[in-house]
């Protein structure tokens, strides 16, 4: 039974792991925890997964309510400052474009609230429909979409908007 | 439908980057933000954010999976000793000792940047006091010194240029670092004396992220992970300064 249910949801762990890795930023021993502590409770729960049900979208929904109640509360670093502004309208040759713009947009989504990091992530990354990251998250579509637009907002202002201002838009 | 499409709604708008709006109404957003180029331009760059989001962590999904979640199907798992000493010697077996179970295993307030982070200062307050012997290997052996490191962290190391910056190589040292085995230092030196380090170590959680800054009594520390090596940037001073030098460093590490 354990077994059973251990190898269906063993093809998620993947993407479950890469998710609590960017939500805890880059935080591995933390989000391995997360991860563990989702599996175990999803183990024990195998019971109230409802079949033929969505058990990738389950799956995101224990850790999520995990991530909510118990690990967003540790998570203080009062001694590190996470910064905004790095490479901001630096000139650089072409074949760094990339890579530039690469840290711009994954530094922005760092800075990005919680709630507006995990909109983002599920719909983009995860490819979620917006009806299950609703489910995922436990608010109403409405809240889906507007936390979708704050964060995308909000990384194209950190990203695209430093890079104009100063006339020297990477592309 | 008249001739002048609707003006689409904000969750239209996202609709469409996401590619989740219907066929119909797609057209007609389409159209209007043909004649719209301010909205289009917008359009446009939310689209390029969502193909770097889509690929940005990718790599992410390639990582070993550790041996912790692979005992799972056949047992209930706890994280007792016992299962730690299997979980090592899986992760030894894997050439993969140190990271997340060195930090696991002395809980979960460690957090594995910071420790990074204070071993360089350390390592930097150590030695940039040092007049005679701040270095093992003098900048003058710089082939030498780069080739050495190289191999013994098992990674393409660079001594990055810093002359630019008002920073001359004055050589550099290994050391044992905190989790993943040795560690280099470069140390740099301007005109006036003060001294800069660069700390290098294996990144074995693999990767990049961001610059991040951190202070640490007189010193301030930059530090970011990229592919095979994490480094620590370490100086006195201002911490625009100090930015930018990393981002020259950073530069001349990426050439």
Same mark, same amino acid.
């Given at each position: 039974m354990q077994r059973r249910s251990y190898e269906l949801i063993e093809t998620h762990i993947p993407s479950l792991r890469r998710y609590a890795l960017v939500l805890l930023r880059h935080d591995e021993p933390r989000a391995d925890d997360l991860v563990q502590d989702c599996l175990e409770r999803a183990l024990s729960r &195998?019971?109230? &997964? @409802? @079949?033929?049900?969505n058990l990738r979208g389950w799956l995101f929904t224990i850790l999520h309510n995990i991530y909510v109640n118990d690990v967003a509360r540790a998570v *203080? @670093?009062? $001694?590190?400052v996470e910064i905004? $502004?790095?490479?901001? *309208?630096m000139a650089v040759p072409p074949n760094q474009a990339d890579r530039i713009r690469l840290r711009e947009v994954t530094a922005a989504i760092q800075e990005l609230p919680d709630t507006q990091r995990q909109t983002l992530l599920l719909v983009t990354m995860e490819g979620f429909s917006y009806d299950e990251t609703a489910d995922i998250t436990g608010v109403p579509i409405g809240t889906v979409m507007s936390r979708l637009s704050r964060a995308r907002e909000k990384v194209r202002a950190a990203s695209w908007g430093e890079t104009r201002e100063n006339g020297r838009r990477i592309k | 439908m008249s001739d002048l499409p609707e003006i689409p709604t904000e969750d239209e708008i996202q609709a469409l980057v996401d590619g989740r709006l219907d066929p119909g109404r797609r057209a007609d957003v389409e159209a209007w933000l043909s004649e719209n180029p301010d909205p289009a331009a917008r359009v446009a760059e939310l689209r390029d954010i969502s193909t770097v989001v889509e690929r940005?962590?990718? %790599?992410?999904?390639?990582r070993p999976i550790p041996a912790r979640f692979q005992n799972m199907g056949s047992r209930s798992m706890t994280r007792s000793p016992v299962w730690r000493v299997a979980a090592m010697i899986v992760l030894i077996a894997m050439g993969a000792a140190g990271g997340w179970f060195a930090n696991d295993a002395v809980g979960p307030g460690n957090d594995p940047d910071v420790s990074l982070a204070r071993g360089a200062v350390k390592a930097h307050q150590m030695y940039a =006091?040092?007049? =005679? %012997?701040?270095?093992?290997?003098p900048a003058s052996e710089e082939t030498h010194l780069v080739a050495w490191l190289s191999k013994r962290l098992d990674a393409p190391l660079r001594a990055p240029n810093l002359d630019d910056q008002g920073y001359r190589l004055v050589g550099g040292r290994l050391l044992p670092a905190s989790e993943s085995g040795p560690a280099a230092q470069f140390m740099y030196e301007a005109e006036s004396g003060e001294r800069l380090t660069l700390y290098v170590e294996q990144n074995l959680v693999g990767g990049e992220t961001a610059f991040r800054f951190t202070e640490y009594d007189d010193v301030s520390a930059f530090w970011w992970k990229d592919g095979p090596l994490a480094y620590v940037l370490i100086g006195q001073g201002e911490r625009d300064r100090l930015l930018a030098l990393a981002r020259a460093t950073y530069q001349e590490l990426n050439p």
């Open positions: &195998w019971h109230l &997964w @409802r @079949r033929p049900g *203080a @670093r009062p $001694d590190v905004q $502004d790095y490479f901001p *309208a | 940005a962590y990718d %790599h992410l999904l390639e =006091r040092e007049v =005679r %012997h701040a270095v093992e290997v």
